[in-house]
């Protein structure tokens, strides 16, 4: 998940230098292309990402827990792993999608709302937790209450910078009609891919080293996987 989300960053920075410029000089149509850009980066990065996850989510969660460990139970965590990983899939596409509007609005001088949504997606997430986890309502999931919590969050975000662009067209006019297809013109699209790849490659190399670091911290036991994630 994390190395997801950092690709996902990476895919969005590369053509957000594009959208700033296209701001600066007030080209609308240019943001729009730039946005469905963004928007093809999100689609492929998250069917990658689904196909991973679903297919190889105990092999990837393995990676992590290691005989002799003298804390913990292995298969219990491993069983609690595989239903984080499957209730947190539903949150990738709206997160993806909210990094893309996030990024466009900030590209083009909106710096609150993109703040407002986040804002609102961590008090969504530590409310949620605190109910689901510990069952305050009544019902304790656990591991899979933290899972569902995040996902609702990542709706909340999503929803809110949805409703916001759409409904301030006559401000931001490249959010009209974004959807009627996924055309952008092969040169603009060629010079993104060219400027953008090492910075997606940047993110994704980074983000696996961390996931190797801490990889390499669990074979000590899942007291060090623990504790690795708490610090």
Same mark, same amino acid.
């Given at each position: 998940?994390?190395?997801?989300?950092?690709?996902?960053?990476?895919?969005?920075?590369?053509?957000?230098?594009?959208?700033?410029?296209?701001?600066?000089?007030?080209?609308?149509?240019?943001?729009?292309?730039?946005?469905?850009?963004?928007?093809?980066?999100?689609?492929?990065?998250?069917?990658?990402?689904?196909?991973?996850?679903?297919?190889?989510?105990?092999?990837?969660?393995?990676? %992590?827990?290691?005989?002799?460990?003298?804390?913990?139970?292995?298969?219990?965590?491993?069983?609690?792993?595989?239903?984080?990983?499957?209730?947190?899939?539903?949150?990738?596409?709206?997160?993806?999608?909210?990094?893309?509007?996030?990024?466009?609005?900030?590209?083009?001088?909106?710096?609150?709302?993109?703040?407002?949504?986040?804002?609102?997606?961590?008090?969504?997430?530590?409310?949620?937790?605190?109910?689901?986890? %510990?069952?305050?309502?009544?019902?304790?999931?656990?591991?899979?209450?933290?899972?569902?919590?995040?996902?609702?969050?990542?709706?909340?975000?999503?929803?809110?910078?949805?409703?916001?662009?759409?409904?301030?067209?006559?401000?931001?006019? %490249? %959010?009209?009609?974004?959807?009627?297809?996924?055309?952008?013109?092969?040169?603009?699209?060629?010079?993104?891919?060219?400027?953008?790849?090492?910075?997606?490659?940047?993110?994704?190399?980074?983000?696996?080293?961390?996931?190797?670091?801490?990889?390499?911290?669990?074979?000590?036991?899942?007291?060090?996987?623990?504790?690795?994630?708490?610090?």
């Amino acid at each position: 998940i994390f190395v997801f989300n950092l690709c996902i960053f990476g895919g969005l920075s590369g053509a957000g230098i594009f959208g700033a410029q296209f701001a600066g000089k007030r080209d609308n149509d240019g943001i729009r292309y730039v946005f469905r850009f963004k928007l093809i980066v999100c689609i492929i990065v998250c069917c990658l990402s689904v196909a991973l996850l679903s297919f190889l989510d105990a092999p990837l969660i393995n990676l %992590f827990l290691h005989e002799g460990s003298e804390e913990g139970d292995l298969a219990l965590t491993l069983a609690s792993g595989r239903t984080y990983i499957r209730v947190m899939l539903f949150g990738l596409v709206p997160y993806a999608l909210s990094q893309c509007y996030a990024s466009s609005l900030r590209e083009t001088g909106e710096t609150v709302v993109p703040m407002i949504g986040s804002g609102a997606a961590v008090l969504v997430n530590l409310v949620f937790n605190w109910l689901l986890i %510990f069952g305050k309502l009544g019902f304790p999931l656990g591991v899979e209450g933290a899972a569902i919590a995040t996902v609702l969050s990542r709706f909340v975000e999503l929803a809110i910078m949805m409703l916001w662009a759409h409904t301030h067209t006559a401000r931001f006019p %490249f %959010f009209k009609g974004v959807y009627r297809s996924l055309y952008l013109p092969k040169r603009l699209a060629k010079d993104i891919v060219f400027k953008g790849t090492p910075l997606l490659a940047n993110e994704a190399l980074w983000s696996a080293g961390v996931s190797v670091m801490n990889q390499r911290y669990s074979v000590r036991g899942l007291a060090a996987v623990a504790a690795v994630n708490i610090t």
